[in-house]
């Protein structure tokens, strides 16, 4: 159990919120970099290119 855990998912979801309104297409700039581990998963590099409406 985290306490920090719906705070995060809070600020994600307002964060995408924001960029949905702002941003008209997102691209992939690069290669997704994931992070392998037994404890934790997810990407650690996602290069992406943010078009302005």
């Known amino acids: 159990f985290c306490l920090g ?5 809070a600020e994600i ?3 995408l919120s924001a960029l ?3 941003v008209a297409s997102v ?5 997704t970099r994931r992070n392998y ?7 650690t ?7 302005a409406e």
């Open 5 to 9: 855990a719906y705070l995060g998912r």
């Open 13 to 15: 979801a307002a964060m």
């Open 20 to 22: 949905r309104d702002l």
């Open 27 to 31: 691209e992939l700039r690069g290669d």
């Open 37 to 43: 581990s037994n404890l934790l998963s997810g990407v």
């Open 45 to 51: 590099s996602l290069p992406v290119t943010l078009r």
